[in-house]
């Protein structure tokens, strides 16, 4: 039997941002304890998320500089779990309406350059299953 | 004449006068939760009677609200005090930080007075699902008080507040108003801020004030409305002068009603009160009454429990036992943390909510239920666009029913749900709306309030005072009702 090797690559960009993504706590290493916090990373009660400038500004340049196609309606999804470390029991992500889609990147390997498509994430990605 | 009757306004002027000081009125206030809410009755507005500590800030500008104590629902953060949403999951969890509201409240000088009780999370229409035992209605004992807001309309019916904050996802402040015979304005999705709002539904969730007359709603209202970058479905509009709404002439305006009637579910005395007393009063002042349909408005209900236990499924998410509140001390591992702590910690409608809501979300059936409902709710949406084309606003009943007995709904949670028939679609549609006292029942040996409400365009809560306080300052029905004997 043959296989055909595809292979996909999921990549997780730190952003270098002055605060974090959704409230005004620095980002920086070295802090005391529990001095990079407020209710908003904490999840408390109550809380509401706000989304950085700049993380949209330096999202919109990477899917600019992608070629992808950004877009004109952008929307935020709960990812639902039970994790420890996860204080609201939900990641906030971006299911069908994400900064931008599509694109390509190309790789060259030897002598050959190949345009590598991006895809955007299958909507409904992460979504809860009915019966697990 | 004891000073927790007297409204903010008439406070306000007291203070002005150099009549009484603050701490007249607090003394007066904490005689009257003593009397009324702690002992004999136990109407048990406030969660904690025992320790109110009134709260202020040292330094504050003087406003009309300055010196004036608020109560507050225990759903809204205040600082360094315990917030339970009167659920056990939340017991002992303290807030370290203020609500925007409350900010605000605190900003122009009003004193943070005590917590109010509420259904568990904002999950009733009765205030019989709180874990400390239920609100009774100052109207009549044996009554609800509605809910979720029960405990802040009943403080302020009761005297024992002076004005109260409520929050409504689909009626939680207009229902237990209309129950009570006081005011309950339901603001404009983002015209308050939800910062520090634990949050029930998202989409569905605002606050506003409980008040004895339309004056209050409206100075409250213009206190605590506004911008917030805390809060991203804040609208950043400029608010209006909302007391300068108030005695003007309604001479002109269209005011819809539903030319469909809910005949089973309404009240005969109810209908009366709304579509013939209320119309002809403003039918008097010159107001012109139109016809108009809101096709889609009898799947409200329906929409609802999709939409809103779907929301909260993943906003209760947070309550685990990892970080603050209750926990299970037994579990011996994090899935039995998990499910001990949720367990016990959640009452019956709360777990029944999470599991419809779950449910709704899930893959499979997310597109049946959730989508769908989204759809229908838009509709409902360009319903009331389509009628304010022809009216300025909408009025029905608050509540088909005047306040039932306890127990009455308590094993039928469907029955339960439509008592807020009337109410939902405005949450909905994101509408403001108001309801005032229109009449009273008197066939049940007290006098039982019954609730109007006006609904109106989107921002345009200065239209419904102006209609509000016209129709008030002619009936006097939040005078006739009077003091609670």
Same mark, same amino acid.
């Given at each position: 039997m043959n296989y055909l090797v595809t292979i996909g690559l999921e990549t997780h960009v730190q952003l270098k941002t002055r605060t974090k993504i959704f409230c005004g706590c620095k980002l920086e290493f070295g802090g005391q304890p529990n001095s990079h916090v407020c209710p908003v990373c904490l999840g408390l009660p109550g809380a509401l998320p706000v989304l950085n400038r700049e993380v949209f500004l330096l999202g919109l340049r990477a899917v600019l500089a992608l070629q992808g196609t950004p877009s004109t309606v952008i929307k935020f999804d709960r990812k639902n779990y039970f994790y420890p470390d996860l204080p609201k029991g939900y990641q906030i992500s971006q299911y069908d309406s994400p900064l931008g889609v599509g694109g390509s990147i190309e790789i060259r390997s030897g002598d050959k350059t190949k345009k590598n498509t991006l895809n955007p994430p299958a909507s409904g990605r992460g979504r809860r299953k009915a019966h697990p | 004449m004891s000073l927790s009757e007297k409204t903010a306004f008439e406070l306000s002027e007291l203070y002005r006068k150099k009549e009484c000081t603050q701490e007249d009125v607090l003394k007066d206030l904490g005689i009257a939760v003593k009397a009324k809410d702690r002992d004999a009755r136990r109407i048990h507005a406030y969660i904690q009677p025992e320790s109110i500590r009134p709260r202020e800030l040292k330094k504050s500008a003087a406003s009309r609200l300055s010196g004036i104590p608020i109560a507050v629902k225990d759903n809204i953060c205040v600082e360094g005090e315990e917030i339970t949403c009167a659920s056990k999951i939340l017991k002992g969890f303290i807030s370290p930080y203020n609500a925007t509201v409350v900010q605000k409240l605190l900003n122009v000088g009003a004193v943070i007075f005590g917590r109010t009780n509420m259904d568990e999370f904002a999950f009733g229409s009765s205030c019989e699902t709180s874990v400390y035992g239920p609100t009774r209605n100052p109207?009549?004992?044996?009554?609800v008080p509605g809910g979720s807001s029960g405990g802040s309309a009943a403080s302020v019916a009761d005297h024992t507040a002076i004005a109260a904050l409520g929050s409504d996802t689909g009626g939680s402040i207009r229902q237990p108003a209309s129950f009570c015979g006081v005011v309950g304005m339901k603001p404009t999705y983002g015209r308050v801020s939800r910062y520090g709002l634990v949050a029930f539904a998202s989409s569905l969730d605002q606050i506003g004030p409980i008040t004895k007359d339309v004056r209050d709603s409206a100075l409250l209202l213009g206190v605590i409305a506004g911008h917030d970058p805390k809060d991203s479905t804040s609208a950043d509009l400029p608010v209006p002068?909302? &007391?300068?709404? &108030?005695?003007?002439s309604i001479k002109g305006m269209k005011v819809g009603i539903l030319a469909d009637d809910n005949k089973e579910g309404l009240n005969p005395l109810v209908r009366a009160s709304v579509k013939e007393e209320a119309q002809n009063t403003l039918r008097k002042l010159g107001v012109e009454i139109k016809e108009i349909s809101l096709p889609h408005m009898k799947y409200a209900v329906s929409v609802y429990y999709i939409v809103a236990p779907s929301e909260a499924s993943s906003n209760l998410a947070r309550f685990d036992g990892v970080r603050y509140g209750f926990r299970d001390p037994k579990a011996a591992s994090v899935l039995d943390l998990y499910e001990n702590t949720r367990g016990e910690g959640f009452g019956a409608e709360a777990k029944r909510r999470i599991i419809l809501g779950t449910y709704s979300l899930s893959s499979g059936y997310y597109d049946a239920y959730y989508l769908k409902a989204m759809k229908v709710r838009t509709k409902i949406k360009q319903d009331f666009d389509k009628a304010f084309k022809e009216v300025d606003a909408i009025m029905m009943p608050t509540s088909p029913s005047v306040a039932f007995k306890l127990g009455e709904k308590t094993q039928n949670p469907l029955e339960m749900y439509l008592s807020d028939i009337y109410t939902i679609s405005a949450n909905l549609a994101g509408i403001p709306a108001i309801s005032i006292p229109c009449g009273i029942d008197g066939t049940h040996g007290k006098s039982l309030p019954i609730g109007l409400q006006f609904l109106g365009k989107p921002f345009d809560e200065g239209t419904l005072y102006k209609l509000a306080h016209a129709f008030e300052q002619n009936t006097d029905f939040h005078r006739k009702l009077g003091n609670v004997k």
């Open positions: - | 109207r009549d004992p044996e009554r002068d909302y &007391l300068a709404c &108030l005695g003007q």
